[in-house]
């Protein structure tokens, strides 16, 4: 029986980095918690679970700290440590508390990177381009010294090595992105919002580590999002209709850096994305359509096809194929992804699955997928070493 749905959400809308915003990132929690339960129908007295991420008033006790702000006392709370893989981590971690009894209603909040000032932790990471320049770390000793440094150049090395085995065809890595620009086009919330591109524009844009060029690369962006989960019994009860988690699956590869991994083809997403689906008793022919992460063009191809979209290698040809807009034969991003509405820090993995469950919902307005009761959902954390499936099913 499945225990826990998703029941309401909330985000705010992206935008462009350097637009300030008043609010603290605490504060950006209180207000999306706020929204997500009354867009549930629930209040804050109802909420027994927390899961948080991206406060940056305090470097520990996160849980405890959002819990105080906002005046409530939890049974089961957490931070979850996977990068950009965290709010799919949250929601699974989530479904797994409700499931065993420790919590009837679990929020789970990422308000984005707070502004005018940026956290410690992401001024370490700009400094030099690693997750830790800290004496002793692998990253210190080995990454730093020798150059493996930075996202574009290591999300590079997995292009090229795809490229080397089955070719990299950059009008259809371009048809990919045009066709998520689309759907951003149609998304008042996106960055993008009413900015299409062609396949021919993105294939032209400017190289910034070979292959991958400009318009293949996220677009960072401020904002927030939240969702609340909820049991089974109560989600029957909530506002509109709720997205049950039907499957979950984890893995964390023998890798940090992506230059020790094995196989540079082979992500963590083919093991945790079988656990997914076996887990909901379900396929990837049964999706309606899927909510991946999406940092780097390349990561969603590498994403779908470790999931079993496709067989292995045969990216190129699907994306040539097939139609990944809102309204065609294999619906991707339909919000426009992080690539078109943009990443607000942990909060972009977030929307992804906010968007999943306002597809289910029947809530998305002009970018609906018609008679949708099925998503597959991503998250991904570093180099494509830590990825979580979702599979979530309409009730």
């Not at 150049?153 to 085995?165: G, H, K, Q, S």
């Not at 990919?176 to 919002?193: C, E, G, K, Q, T």
Request: hydrophobic letters at 45%; glycine letters at 12%.
């Amino acid at each position: 029986m499945i225990a826990a749905a998703i029941v309401g959400v909330a985000e705010f809308p992206a935008r462009r980095p350097e637009d300030a915003d008043p609010r603290s990132s605490l504060e950006g929690a209180a207000d999306l918690a706020r929204l997500a339960l009354a867009d549930a129908g629930l209040r804050l007295r109802d909420v027994d679970g927390l899961y948080v991420g991206g406060i940056h008033e305090s470097a520990m006790f996160l849980p405890s700290t959002v819990a105080e702000y906002l005046g409530i006392a939890v049974d089961h709370g957490g931070v979850v440590d996977l990068g950009g893989a965290n709010p799919a981590a949250m929601v699974a971690r989530a479904a797994a508390a409700i499931a065993v009894g420790d919590a009837r209603v679990v929020l789970c909040l990422t308000p984005g990177w707070p502004s005018p000032a940026a956290s410690p932790l992401r001024e370490e990471i700009v400094r030099f381009g690693a997750s830790s320049y800290r004496p002793g770390s692998p990253q210190a000793e080995f990454d730093i010294p020798y150059g493996h440094l930075g996202q574009n150049a290591l999300y590079a090395l997995i292009a090229r090595r795809y490229a080397a085995e089955h070719g990299y065809d950059g009008l259809a890595i371009g048809r990919l992105v045009s066709h998520l620009r689309d759907n951003a086009a149609a998304n008042p919330a996106a960055i993008f919002f009413g900015q299409p591109v062609t396949a021919e524009e993105v294939a032209a844009s400017p190289l910034i580590a070979d292959p991958i060029r400009r318009l293949e690369i996220v677009r960072p962006a401020r904002g927030g999002a939240a969702v609340v989960l909820a049991a089974s019994d109560l989600a029957w009860k909530c506002k509109g209709r709720a997205a049950f988690v039907a499957g979950w699956g984890e893995r964390l590869a023998p890798h940090k850096s992506p230059q020790y991994a094995p196989d540079l083809l082979a992500p963590p997403m083919i093991d945790a994305a079988r656990r997914a689906f076996d887990r909901a008793g379900l396929t990837p022919a049964d999706m309606d359509g899927a909510q991946v992460y999406d940092c780097y063009a390349i990561n969603v191809l590498l994403t779908l096809e470790g999931a079993g979209f496709w067989p292995r290698g045969e990216g190129m040809r699907f994306l040539k194929a097939h139609d990944m807009r809102w309204h065609g034969d294999f619906p991707v991003n339909t919000n426009g992804g992080q690539l078109g509405m943009g990443q607000a820090g942990l909060a972009g993995g977030m929307t992804h699955i906010v968007e999943a469950y306002r597809q289910i919902a029947g809530r998305a307005g002009d970018r609906q997928i018609p008679a949708c009761d099925t998503q597959f959902v991503s998250g991904n954390g570093g180099i494509m070493s830590e990825q979580i499936a979702l599979v979530l099913r309409g009730g």
